[in-house]
Every structure is written in structure tokens, then in C-alpha cells.
């Protein structure tokens, strides 16, 4: 019975880190999701490297460093690390909205899901959710099949 808590225990993971973001800097506010997801050819540690690399992101920033993407292609992303390990990074981002937003590689095997979650709130979340959310898909599936 332990093996199903081994198998989705880190998804819950992001999920509670996420609902930790949320009550520090957006309690009770409302947020609009981009949750692009993709499957990447794995090992996850060359995964994330890749993805970290396409993305001109520091593979392993300290918390309280400020990052911004800086891909051409990608859409504007940039905040404040929140958290980090070595599959994930968690922002609290400004740009391209207030919000949250974590990067992850996650599984392992051949093949890793790569997502780019934002949780993006105000007036400009939305607009920036309608305007970036196919943008990022479109940059995850483009590297799907041979990131970096």
C-alpha cells in the first residue's frame, strides 16, 4: 500500500507548495491558472538541465534571487525564487503579472512531465493567462521530442 504514496507523492508536493504560495502572498484572492504540461525525453536530471538551459534559467538559484526568462520564444516570465530542488523551482513572480509560477520535471524512466504552472493574480492575470497559455505550450511541445 506504501507504493502509491511513493509513485504521486512528489505531485502532491507542488500541490501544497502551491497552496503555500497562495496563503503567503495572495490570501484571498483569486487566481487565473496556466497549467502547460508536456512530456519530455527523460532522464529527469537532463531534463531539468535542458529545460533550465532553453529557458536561461539558473538550473539550481538560491532562494530570494530574482530570475527572469530569457529564451527567444518564451513567453515573459520573472520573479522572485521561492523554493528550489533539483526538479523544480517555485517564483513568486511579477512579470508577466503578480502571481505564482512553478517549473517542474517530474517521473522518471525514459520519459519526465515537464510543466510551467502560473497562478497569476489581479487585473492583468487573466489577460496575461489568454495571451501566454498557448505560447508556453506551443514552447514546451516544440522541445518536447529533443529538448534544449
Given at each position: ?10 505531485g502532491w508536493l507542488l500541490f501544497l507548495l502551491n497552496l503555500k504560495l497562495h496563503l503567503t502572498y495572495f490570501a484571498g484572492q483569486t487566481a487565473t491558472a496556466m497549467l502547460p504540461t508536456a512530456m519530455w525525453t527523460g532522464p529527469r ?104
Amino acid at each position: 500500500m506504501g507504493c502509491p504514496v511513493r509513485l504521486y507523492g512528489r505531485g502532491w508536493l507542488l500541490f501544497l507548495l502551491n497552496l503555500k504560495l497562495h496563503l503567503t502572498y495572495f490570501a484571498g484572492q483569486t487566481a487565473t491558472a496556466m497549467l502547460p504540461t508536456a512530456m519530455w525525453t527523460g532522464p529527469r536530471e537532463q531534463t531539468w538541465a535542458d529545460l533550465t538551459g532553453a529557458l536561461g534559467l539558473p538550473a539550481a538559484p538560491a532562494v530570494g534571487e530574482r530570475v527572469e526568462v530569457a529564451s527567444d520564444g518564451a513567453p515573459a516570465m520573472a520573479g522572485t525564487v521561492a523554493d528550489v530542488a533539483p526538479w523544480r523551482l517555485a517564483l513568486v513572480v511579477d512579470e508577466p503579472a503578480p502571481g505564482t509560477a512553478i517549473l517542474a520535471v517530474e517521473g522518471t524512466g525514459d520519459e519526465v512531465g515537464v510543466s510551467i504552472w502560473s497562478y497569476l493574480y489581479g487585473p492583468e492575470g487573466a489577460p496575461a493567462v489568454e495571451r501566454n497559455g498557448l505560447r508556453w505550450q506551443q514552447w514546451l511541445d516544440e522541445r518536447a521530442a529533443t529538448p534544449g
